[in-house]
């Protein structure tokens, strides 16, 4: 009975090793049931990060293809696999009107709790068990508090009813000591390190981009001159009451990152946004403008007056990550002469009770991770 928990769940980490312990458990459950003709919920936020996350290591896991149909789901031991979305608010219809012998839920935070809930509802077959992987997040997340909490609960069979692991990086012994360390040494300071190094739930505390240091991480015109930008990088943020953003940022050969120019205002209008953009794409080049989608009759008209524009990718914790990174690493620069730049970064904070940033001394910072981020993951395959 200790040694079966009805819900298992291993939570820590980035690059721990859990997706890899649950695929093993999952796979041996589906295992014991064969030929039963039983269904069984394999959830994740999307299809592609199913795919990513879990179905390519089980095929290793296999050793064959799995080939999805129509209905998302596959044939595994003679029982029915259903692969479900579930980051969107009205997923969880998609889990209603079966009855599900077990479930594997990756990266659960990810999903939305409805879905969730839903899901838990439908393993109602006798002996179904669950199965979760997830990375910390708020400590407040439902995940934490309605699951990993109450581990060590115990059903009144005496059978214990949730049982959660914890991970940080260094559990996991297959990875290479240089890249454990290097991973170390580039995660940004705070939040990022308690989370991704050692699966803390922890809500982030202070200013967001501390790694940031005037003494290093400005340069004066003539250091910048020094450099050999390959490209160039533009970011959006519209604003009125709010200040307004566009910034410039070139990429050097050696990849490092340096904000090169802002453009921050308030109370103007489209037309100024146009001029100051056409400004910036005859001094650097013909590059996509990655812009805030919160406004898209701005975006409509940036297009019509023949500005390559794209809807940024504002995931906002990945984004910060990815520009928090590039400063603990010193590939990230910002010109001396941005002074809206250096106000914000000193000033940006952590809201300690909601885990996200204060939505104040943002809007540079905003364009800046829109850029950055977006150029990284970019929505369609080719930009450039």
């Given at each position: ?32 049931l064969a ?32 080939k ?9 031991f ?57 990375n ?24 214990v ?19 454990v ?31 940031f ?5 400005l ?23 709010h ?13 490092e990152?340096v ?8 109370h ?22 990655y ?57 940006y904070?952590?809201?300690?009770r ?31």
């Amino acid at each position: 009975m200790q040694r079966d928990p009805k819900i298992l769940i291993c939570a820590g980490a980035k690059r721990a090793g859990k997706t890899y312990i649950v695929n093993l458990l999952f796979l041996q459950h589906v295992a014991e049931l064969a030929g039963r003709r039983a269904k069984i919920i394999l959830g994740g936020a999307n299809q592609s990060s199913i795919r990513r996350n879990v179905l390519d290591d089980m095929e290793q896991l296999l050793g064959r293809r799995i080939k999805l149909d129509r209905q998302n789901s596959f044939p595994l031991f003679g029982n029915r696999v259903v692969c479900l979305e579930g980051a969107n608010s009205d997923a969880w219809k998609k889990a209603r009107g079966f009855t599900a012998a077990g479930m594997f839920l990756n990266e659960a935070t990810a999903l939305h709790d409805r879905f969730v809930k839903e899901c838990f509802s439908r393993c109602s077959y006798p002996g179904a068990r669950v199965f979760i992987d997830t990375n910390p997040e708020n400590p407040m997340h439902p995940i934490k508090t309605d699951y990993i909490d109450k581990s060590g609960s115990c059903l009144h069979s005496g059978r214990v009813n949730i049982k959660a692991f914890h991970f940080t990086l260094f559990d996991n012994d297959t990875l290479d000591p240089d890249y454990v360390d290097s991973i170390v040494q580039s995660t940004p300071s705070g939040m990022f390190t308690d989370r991704d190094i050692y699966g803390r739930w922890v809500n982030g505390e202070g200013v967001v981009y501390r790694d940031f240091d005037f003494s290093r991480h400005l340069l004066s015109a003539g250091q910048i001159a020094g450099r050999r930008f390959v490209r160039y990088l533009y970011g959006v943020d519209w604003g009125y009451e709010h200040f307004g953003a566009i910034v410039v940022i070139g990429v050097t050969e050696d990849g490092e990152y340096v904000l090169v120019r802002e453009i921050a205002a308030q109370h103007q209008e489209i037309d100024y946004w146009v001029r100051a953009a056409k400004s910036v794409q005859a001094a650097y080049g013909d590059y996509p403008f990655y812009a805030d989608s919160a406004r898209p009759e701005h975006v409509d008209r940036f297009r019509r007056e023949g500005l390559r524009t794209i809807n940024a990718n504002k995931a906002v914790l990945s984004g910060i990550e990815a520009v928090a990174g590039k400063i603990k690493q010193d590939k990230f620069y910002a010109a001396d002469c941005c002074g809206r730049f250096r106000e914000e970064i000193t000033q940006y904070a952590w809201n300690e009770r909601t885990g996200e940033p204060v939505k104040l001394y943002d809007d540079v910072l905003d364009a800046v991770r829109y850029a950055i981020y977006t150029d990284e993951n970019p929505p369609f395959a080719v930009l450039r």
